[in-house]
């Protein structure tokens, strides 16, 4: 087996950071009331004004008094560590997030799907960078070995186990995950490095430093085998961004719920799924929350098409109050399809695909502006088509000119003449000149049982401006033409 950790150094301070545009501005994160208050994280701009950890709040203040400070929320992190394990599973099956601050992934069975651990480290680190997590990443055959390496070496991996007892050795004891007591005595008997301990007679050894430290040296060398405790996702997607300050502006809204969509998106591929609908609610200070409910034609999980989807009915929503904070729902969450591409695709890179034009109107529109197309057995053409609605695995359907090119005869399923692309609503005089008729005539005669009885002749004419159209006179009748539709 080949393990990864993943650990995260400062996991609270970024879940915070990541939530806010703000992130030039000092931030500090404290914990404890009143003159116990004492500052746990600090962003760079903070640093830079000489704040650090372990400072009370009041001497952070003193340095700047305009200093932002957040209180540390442990439940929040917790989420945070939740989501992250989340989005882990889209790259290994057996996720342990039993160490806080960090993840362990068992990443041998994922090496033929990602290329090797190159190409999946590089996948690891894209994705952390981009949800906007400082991060340290090793590998090695067990999975204490791999959180020790992560703290000590950053981008270690060692891939067999005479390696690791090369790494692990030249590890200075403080490192090496031993309590601090233990780490101390050991630095004062002169043992500074994890080889010196290993070269030691084991039985002499564990006298000195007793039998959870011993158990512990053995997990780092692969002699233990520990159980562990392997995540599974949830069902459903429930997470809250409080914003910094209340905004009644929809363009203010947009970079958190970028965010809120990006960490959506995440857990959605973490679980090989998608979301066809989801609830985003904008929490006021008093009443209740304004809610907009999104729902999509098939399931979907780009969090460019989600975001443009939501900002789509954000602009039509109205707020009722300042807005200071969001949340997003998703109870329902079916297996994600993705579309299907031609292997040679010639679309241009700035093209939208179908899927994404079909939500984005069917979101700025409304859920019955757009709609599909179905045949009808009737052979006029007013009435061969009906309204219904877009099936996702079809798309809207083709125009009606195609719809009815591609009918059959209901008798003896005879292909019918080519029809036009754009067929008019309803027919009307035809202003141009004609220069030439290219087909026809073809007869239609239909209609007699329900009193809409019609007797057409349909000609495919050329006009004076080189235009293609489809026209019909009175059957037996040399009258004007009739305008019917135009081919493409």
Known sequence: MQWACISFPRLALDDVLRQRSDGAVP??????????????????????????????LTAARALHPRVNAIEHDAAAVERCHDFLAAWAYRYSSQVCRTFPQTLLLEVRASFRLFGGWPALQAELRND???????????AAPNPHAALVLAGARDGCAIEDEA????????????????????AESLQRMGLRRLRQLFALPRAELGKRIGIQAMLHLDRLRGAVVTALDFYRPPDTFDQRIELPFNTGSHESLLFPLRRL?????????????????FTLAFEHERGTPTEISIGLLAPERDPELLFAIVRARLDRARLRAPVCGLRLVADELPAFTPARRDLFDTRPQQAVTWEALRERLHARLGEHAAHGLALHPDHRPERAW??????????????????????????????????????????????????????????????????????????????????????????????????????A
């Open 163 to 182: 390696h690791l007892m090369d790494a692990l050795g030249t590890l200075p004891v403080e490192c090496s995950g031993l309590d601090a007591a233990c």
């Open 128 to 138: 952390l960078v981009a949800l906007g997590f400082e991060h340290r990443i090793a």
């Open 27 to 56: 931030l500090v994160l404290f914990e404890g009331v009143g003159s116990r208050a004492r500052v746990c994280a600090a962003n760079a701009a903070a640093r830079h004004h000489g704040l650090r950890a372990g400072q009370s």
């Open 261 to 277: 969509l990006r960490d959506f998106s995440a857990f959605l591929a973490g679980r090989d799924g998608g979301a066809q609908r």
């Open 386 to 487: 009906r309204v219904q609605g877009i099936d996702p695995s079809r798309g809207t359907g083709l125009s009606r000119g195609t719809h009815l090119a591609r009918a059959r005869d209901t008798d003896g399923f005879v292909p019918l003449p080519p029809r036009p692309t754009w067929l008019l609503a309803r027919p009307i005089p035809l202003r141009e000149h004609v220069t030439r008729i290219l087909a026809g005539p073809e007869r239609i005669e239909s209609g007699w049982w329900d009193g809409a009885d019609m007797r057409r002749d349909y000609y495919v004419i050329e006009t004076a401006s080189h235009q293609r159209a489809w026209a019909f006179r009175p059957a037996g009748e040399d009258g004007p033409f009739m305008l019917q539709g135009w081919f």
